[in-house]
């Protein structure tokens, strides 16, 4: 059994990893290791809308025409039991590469093959509220969505402003137990 974390910080010391660790390390304790992915350091162009209808291959064949990071991220994704989501909150929203990423996700899903070993694979997001601490319940809804349409079963979003990061980190690290729960129970 072994899970990942997409991130989409850049900075694995940062607010969003650490909240994200709390998930990670409530997975650990039930024996469920995770590999860490930070977009920011991979080459994930955004979809180019291939063609005039708006569409692509994705639409045809269930992959992405571009030839960069995404289909190896995928793979992993498809490898994995669970996925852990998380974003620093950017305008009340996702961060870009998170956005890009599940932009093309999202595409790819809409096709059998695409959605092969996603659908129905459980799911939590984390959105982190660094600065003032709003937008983080939004930046959840936006993930939620996305995810869902990609076939994600999404067990939990959950908002997290830094002023409450130290209060939360017993309810993250509930969540990624019971996520790992339900893989066992599966
Ligand atoms: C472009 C940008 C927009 C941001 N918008 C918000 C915001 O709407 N609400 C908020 O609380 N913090 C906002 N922040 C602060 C980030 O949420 C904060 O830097 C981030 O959670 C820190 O995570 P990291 O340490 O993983 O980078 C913003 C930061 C940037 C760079």
Known sequence: MKAI????????NGQTAATAGAVLEGLAKAGVPAEKVF??????????QCDDSGWGLCMKEGR????????????KMRQADAVVFASPVYFSDMSESLRAFTDRLRRICMQEAGRSSIKGKPAIGVCVAGG?????????ASLKKVAAACGFAVAEMIPVKRQDLREKTQALERAGQS???GLARN
Do not use: H, K, Q, T
């Open 39 to 48: 977009l920011p350091a991979l080459a994930i162009e955004r979809c180019r």
């Open 132 to 140: 003032g601490g709003v937008g983080a319940p939004e930046c959840c």
């Open 5 to 12: 974390l997409i991130c989409g910080s850049r900075n694995p």
């Open 179 to 181: 996520l790992a729960s």
């Open 64 to 75: 992405c025409v571009i030839e960069d990071d995404m289909a190896g991220l995928v793979e």
